[in-house]
């Protein structure tokens, strides 16, 4: 079977996998998050924090919640870190420095899942399992608890109210994340990935001992690609064998990353009560991603450039038991869903497969975008887009039956400045910075690439790295950190401001002039603003990089 048969086969196992759960999985979390009764565990967790489930909170307090709940967190993950040598099963390792344990807190915190380490040699079992793997349950949950107060934002009239953070946290974490995790850490098992409590000593055909570092991989591992987290147990992530040994596991990783985003339009439409505005995301979401994979895709397995066309292949810095087409759909499903994982090394993409998964993360991903944030993140541009061809024909724009004045369109110019300047000024910082050539890879359009990725996937909250750049340095550690809380807290809180206004309105009704927002033209419309507003952004910055780097 050649390469390309065995991609495109891939590739439509995993849309029928995911078409297959699509239905049951998308009403099954509108259930959850809409449902009035709780389950006996969930009273538990409320009475032991002091929360009352029955009450509900305005837009301020749900954004004062998520904030400090995340502060919080990042508090108790440093103290986790700082002080691992003192904890069991830390393996002799001692704890991390000051500012990488900010740096890392912040990070997982986030859903970004940064890595300046190391998994294997920094970290011991119980700073893996009760540091991060809490935060890639915790931040997953954090952002479908914001997707949803948004949704409400749609649904409520004259409401002041929406939700309670507390009550969707806990649902979204063990309705619906904790079990799916299970079951994905027990097919990664029989799939080979390792879970165990302990490091193996070997003897090598040269007669020494090498010492082959286990740990519980498979449960880190089934939420580090379900909550779109990326943070791998090792540094190589899932191109370790122990992570991501065949390409079973592999396609399973690829459907786990996918399946909530894709599934969470199916939840919007059950909760908007009109299904196809639910298809219409998705179809916008499906175009992009298409169209990102097939230029990704062409790009590795092209072996257009010399090298590639000398061996054959564009395999430097490709696993073989992947190769090129599971390695370029692995990376365009992790930079467009904000998980960061990988099976590849992205520094050693073509320039035009590197400049692909760089453009997933600067067009916001979206595609579908992370557990949650894609689904927030996609409805702001819908805003744009329905602002847009209000303007175009003189009339007051409406999405879901809500208008769209002055107020929803500060909250939504604010949202959409916010990683652009976090990723831009980073960018410019650091190659200001007189020290930044030592610590790149490469020189020139390549290197301007590695520090331009590290600001992107940073502000996105993604997490993968040009690997070639050096980040241990103070600056990069604190800049990075910053880039990714604000990334993360700033726009969810416009977010959430913006649910509160929309809540507070009276449902406009259906008009002869209203703009139908389920329709193949308001998804191709949705579309070129995605395109268009990226390109804006991002082209001067991407003609350094990786536009220079391809036409060198």
């Not at 259930?31 to 929360?51: F, I, M, P, Q």
């Not at 090498?210 to 449960?219: I, R, W």
């Not at 904000?338 to 099976?343: D, E, P």
């Not at 502000?459 to 910053?482: D, K, M, R």
Request: hydrophobic fraction near 50%; charge should be neutral; glycine fraction near 12%.
């Amino acid at each position: 079977m050649s390469d390309t048969v065995a991609g495109l086969l891939q590739i439509a196992a995993l849309v029928l996998l995911l078409a297959s759960v699509y239905v049951p999985l998308g009403d099954y979390m509108a259930r959850v998050y809409t449902g009035a009764s709780h389950l006996r565990v969930e009273r538990v967790v409320y009475r032991l924090s002091g929360v009352n489930p029955e009450s509900s909170q305005s837009p301020k307090a749900y954004a004062l919640s998520v904030v400090g709940f995340s502060l919080v967190s990042i508090v108790v993950l440093m103290g986790i870190l700082l002080g691992q040598a003192h904890l069991p099963m830390s393996r002799d390792l001692g704890g991390m420095d000051l500012w990488m344990s900010l740096n890392t807190a912040v990070s997982f915190v986030t859903n970004t899942n940064w890595q300046s380490y190391g998994g294997e040699s920094t970290l011991g079992f119980t700073a893996q399992m009760a540091g991060l793997a809490v935060q890639n349950f915790l931040s997953a949950a954090v952002g479908m608890a914001v997707a949803v107060a948004l949704i409400r934002g749609f649904v409520r009239t004259r409401s002041s109210e929406l939700g309670n953070f507390w009550v969707d946290l806990v649902r979204g974490t063990l309705r619906i994340l904790l079990p799916m995790a299970l079951l994905g850490a027990v097919l990664l098992m029989a799939g080979g990935v390792v879970q165990t409590f302990t490091d193996s000593t070997m003897s090598t055909l040269a007669g020494h001992d090498q010492v082959l570092t286990g740990g519980p991989v498979a449960s880190q591992e089934a939420i580090k690609v379900l909550g779109t987290n990326g943070g791998g147990f090792f540094n190589a992530n899932s191109a370790h064998p122990f992570e991501n040994p065949n390409a079973v596991t592999n396609l399973l990783q690829i459907f786990l990353m996918l399946v909530i985003p894709i599934s969470l339009t199916r939840t919007l439409g059950t909760m908007l009560g009109n299904r196809r505005q639910g298809l219409a995301v998705l179809g916008a979401m499906g175009a992009l991603m298409a169209v990102s994979l097939a230029v990704i895709t062409a790009a590795e397995a092209g072996a257009r450039s010399q090298a590639a066309r000398a061996a054959g292949a564009a395999m430097e810095g490709k696993e073989t038991r992947f190769g090129e087409w599971s390695s370029a759909l692995f990376g365009m499903v992790s930079t467009g869903t904000s998980t960061g994982a990988v099976n590849a090394a992205h520094d050693s993409f073509t320039p035009v497969g590197g400049g692909g998964v760089l453009v997933n993360m600067m067009l916001g991903e979206i595609t579908p975008g992370g557990v949650g944030s894609g689904i927030y993140g996609i409805l702001i541009m819908a805003i744009v887009a329905v602002f847009i061809a209000g303007l175009m024909v003189g009339r007051t724009p409406e999405l879901l039956g809500k208008k769209i004045g002055a107020r929803q369109m500060t909250y939504v110019a604010l949202y959409t400045l916010t990683t652009p300047t976090l990723v831009l000024v980073g960018t410019g910082a650091a190659i200001a910075l007189g020290s930044t050539p030592d610590a790149m890879g490469n020189a020139g359009g390549h290197g301007f690439s590695e520090v331009l990725y590290a600001y992107t996937s940073g502000a996105n909250n993604n997490g993968s790295a040009f690997g070639g750049i050096t980040v241990t340095s103070a600056f990069f550690q604190i800049t990075l950190a910053l880039a990714m809380l604000l990334g993360r807290l700033v726009p969810i809180v416009l977010v959430l401001l913006l649910a509160g206004s929309l809540a507070e309105q009276t449902k406009v009704p259906t008009s002869a002039g209203t703009l139908p927002t389920h329709k193949p033209l308001f998804v191709a419309l949705l579309v070129a603003v995605i395109l268009i507003f990226g390109g804006l952004t991002y082209f001067p910055a991407l003609s350094l990089g990786p536009i220079a780097e391809a036409l060198a």
